[in-house]
Structure formats: structure tokens, C-alpha cells
């Protein structure tokens, strides 16, 4: 990211998503067109001149002059922790980007989606998934979130309203709901077979999530049949960004 500036940003709300991750809405000086799938990088510099710097997904984009991120706090982290609990509107960070041209989505495709998330790994594909409906697409999308519990699901409400074309299997694997259709456990090929789409659909997959979920996945769409090359893979460490 060599000669991409740093610019201020602004806190202007917080929006609880779990009680462990909130959603930052930020107004940032300048304009930026960012894509639904790209990250930013935030940095935080305390009063002694101490800096700490973190990239985090963007939730949203379409707004030239605003950045929207969702952050899971990370125990022992340096900056989640301050960014879920303690940072208050008004208050000034610094930001840049948006990076990465790999693992997005773009209104012009129209081939059908799946989008797999694992726990905080949706927060690119919601992004994708708002992006879609801004744009007035018609590209039809499925979406498989494999999260612990309800308690720990994020965009619950608006994951449950309706939303033509996109699709939405919620996977649980600590804890699930007296009504939910599986019993709790780690995602299986049958349900990505079930809650995904055919091979012959020739689906772009973007998969997110943490290194071994990715991993998982990743290989249980080729083993079903899906181009390699049809899929896009984004993952973070056992422990997050911190």
C-alpha cells in the first residue's frame, strides 16, 4: 500500500451487532469508490504517539465519503477490543484504502452466487449482498453462514428480511434454536450441497471466514464439482486481525 494516504476519519454511530462486535459508521475526508468485498486499514494513535493499525472488512460501500465496518473483538487484542467497547461518536481515527481487487463482487456480473461465511467472515459478504440489492441486480445469490449460536450472529434482522433472489442458510455449530432445521455441528458438504448451487450453474463462490473453515470449504467445493477457478477465497488467522 505503498503512497496510499492515511485519512482522517470520524466516528459517526456505533450500532451493536453481538455482544462482542459493533458496526462503526465513519465519515472519512475525501472521496473513495470502494467495492463491495475490499477491506480498509484503520490506525489508532494514543497520546503518547503510540500507533496500532488493523484492516478490517468494509460492511458496506456506495458511499463516497463514508466507510462502514463491523469489528468481532479479539481477547488480548490492541485495537477491536477499544473499536466494540469503547470508541465514541465523535471521536477521530485514521483510515486507507480500499484494498484488494481480487475477492469482490461487482453490480456487471450476473452469474449466480454463493457466499459461505464462517462467524465474522460474512462481513465482506454482506457487503456483496447490500451492494446487490443497491444496484437493483437481478444475479440471483445464496448465502450459507456457519456461526456458533444466534447469540453471535451478525445483520440477524436484516438477514431475515425478505430479499428477492438471495437466499439464506444459517448453520450453527455450538448452539442452534429449537426450530432451526439442523442440529448443531460443523458445516458438512451436505449442506453446502444443499444450501449451495449446482456445478453446471458455474456459480462464482467467495468463501470467508478463519484459515481452516476457509480451507474446509474451499475443498468441499471442488470435491462437489465447482471450478477452482470459480472460487474466491478470503481468511484470517485462529485469532483475527486484533
Not at 444466534?150 to 426450530?179: H, S
Amino acid at each position: 500500500m505503498a503512497g496510499m494516504p492515511w485519512r482522517r476519519a470520524v466516528v459517526l454511530a456505533r450500532r451493536e451487532e453481538t455482544p462482542t462486535a459493533a458496526t462503526l459508521l465513519l465519515h472519512v475526508d475525501g472521496d473513495h469508490q470502494a467495492v463491495a468485498g475490499q477491506r480498509v486499514e484503520v490506525r489508532l494513535t494514543a497520546e503518547d504517539g503510540y500507533t496500532a493499525d488493523r484492516e478490517y472488512s468494509l460492511a458496506r460501500v456506495g458511499d463516497l465519503d463514508r466507510a462502514e465496518i463491523t469489528v468481532q473483538a479479539i481477547e488480548g487484542g490492541e485495537v477491536s477490543p477499544f473499536l466494540v467497547d469503547d470508541i465514541e461518536v465523535g471521536a477521530e481515527l485514521e483510515l486507507r484504502g480500499p484494498i484488494g481487487g481480487w475477492f469482490v463482487w461487482r453490480p456487471e456480473q450476473t452469474e449466480p452466487v454463493l457466499l459461505v461465511a464462517g462467524g465474522s467472515g460474512v462481513v465482506p459478504l454482506m457487503a456483496m449482498i447490500r451492494a446487490r440489492r443497491d444496484a437493483g441486480s437481478k444475479a440471483p445469490f445464496r448465502l450459507i453462514y456457519s456461526v456458533r449460536s444466534r447469540a453471535e450472529q451478525f445483520y440477524r434482522r436484516e438477514l431475515r428480511a425478505p430479499d428477492p433472489g438471495l437466499d439464506v442458510t444459517i448453520a450453527y455449530t455450538r448452539e442452534a434454536p429449537e426450530a432451526a432445521p439442523r442440529p448443531a455441528g460443523r458445516l458438512t458438504v451436505a449442506d453446502v450441497n444443499t444450501g449451495g448451487w449446482p456445478p453446471d450453474f458455474a456459480p462464482t463462490c467467495y468463501v470467508c471466514g478463519p484459515t481452516g473453515f476457509v480451507e474446509t470449504v474451499a475443498d468441499m467445493l471442488v470435491a462437489l464439482g465447482h471450478d477452482p477457478r470459480r472460487v474466491r477465497t478470503e481468511r484470517f488467522g485462529p485469532t483475527g486481525d486484533g
